[in-house]
């Protein structure tokens, strides 16, 4: 049954058919669509907005592979970047997997006008999936870099890339969720994971472009997709953009990343039973085994048996997720821990040192 409407008229309401054009005042109607249009359309005009300030630091990334992975189906023949500007240097921000089976004399970089370029220098870190690659020429317009901390659940995000060699294509999402970790990503060689969650489409090809904000801020490096089909399943996962710019830094500056250290062993042994004997509602697998001298942990006074329950804020799943947000944590920083001591509740603070200061 079609649906109907009441049309008010100084005479009296009347019942619209809209199944019978002729009882319908189209003029009018298509007058108040054009309203309620406009009134939508400067709500959304910011999606419009953004594109132009992006998509100019947005690059396709040619990695042809060398001829022993040619043929194989796992390998990526192309991808995407992000131009970024460090110290006055232009460098394209990629994931390794995009560029690690092919080299510097056959990468191709396409610019957003057509140009071509080729990376003077390559620096990559398999155990986060990052690359840099310095690059050189007139005009390069390097993006924005917003802060992946104040990224929430929820907030609307877009992804730009070139998925199936679609170059500059654009999709909308929100933030899914975050603190993803244990991923199976390919070879299994990235083992210090912290990835957020997106419902934007991320399809082959958006590897190592941009997961931006509605303020045109780069928050995320679009790595990899959840999928049975091999396409977008709504499923897909960036480097926060605090991270991958760490890296990059470290990687330009030292020709290596230091890695987070905090100076405990954890209880492999810690299951559900004992899980449950703690008074916890579920399995959250971080109990400290023992305590290295002289480390952070020591000094922030953590002890055997002190079951790690947050890292500033964010709940601890297992072993391997606690030690990527220490991995990947900035040297130096403050991080609240919160544990259970003897049943109790307890903060402890806590600088992450280096593990090559570690005695």
């Known amino acids: 049954m079609v649906c109907s409407v009441v049309a008010t008229t100084p005479a009296a309401a009347q019942v619209v058919d809209l199944s019978r054009p002729e009882q319908l005042d189209r003029a009018a109607l298509f007058a108040e669509l054009e309203r309620d249009v406009a009134a939508l359309e400067r709500e959304l005009s910011v999606y419009k907005r953004v594109v132009p300030l992006v998509t100019a630091s947005v690059v396709h990334v040619e990695a042809p592979p060398w001829p022993e992975y040619r043929f194989r189906r796992d390998v990526e023949e192309a991808g995407s970047g992000i131009l970024v500007r460090h110290r006055g240097r232009d460098f394209v921000l990629t994931n390794r997997h995009v560029i690690k089976h092919s080299d510097e004399s056959h990468l ?4 957003h006008d057509g140009r071509e370029l080729r990376p003077l220098r390559i620096w990559s870190d398999k155990e986060t999936d990052v690359a840099a690659l310095a690059v050189e020429a007139p005009r390069l317009v390097p993006a924005r870099i917003g802060d992946s901390d104040q990224a929430q659940i929820g907030d609307i995000v877009m992804a730009f890339g070139s998925p199936f060699n679609l170059r500059q294509s654009v999709t909308r999402g929100i933030i899914s969720a975050k ?107 971080a109990r ?35 030690i990527s947000l220490i991995k990947l944590g900035e040297i130096g920083r403050q991080i609240e821990l919160t544990v259970l001591r003897g049943g109790a509740l307890v903060i402890k603070r806590a600088r992450i040192g280096r593990v090559e200061d570690r005695r």
């Open 179 to 285: 603190g993803r970790t244990n991923l199976d990503l390919g070879d299994g060689e990235v083992d210090y994971q912290n990835f957020m969650q997106t419902d934007a489409a991320i399809n082959p090809g958006n590897s190592g472009g941009p997961l931006v904000n509605l303020r045109a801020e780069v928050i995320g490096l679009n790595t990899a997709i959840a999928s049975n089909s091999g396409g977008n399943d709504g499923i897909g996962f960036s480097i926060p953009i605090n991270i991958a710019i760490r890296i990059l830094q470290q990687l330009v500056e030292q020709g290596r990343v230091e890695r987070g250290f905090l100076g405990v062993t954890l209880d492999g042994r810690f299951d559900a039973d004992a899980a449950a004997n703690a008074g916890l509602p579920r399995l959250m697998r």
């Open 108 to 111: 191709r970089i396409e610019l």
């Open 288 to 322: 400290v085994k023992e305590v290295s001298d002289g480390s952070p942990a020591e000094i922030a006074d953590l002890r055997i048996d002190y079951i790690i329950l947050r890292l500033n804020g964010v709940p601890i799943e297992n072993d391997q997720h606690l």
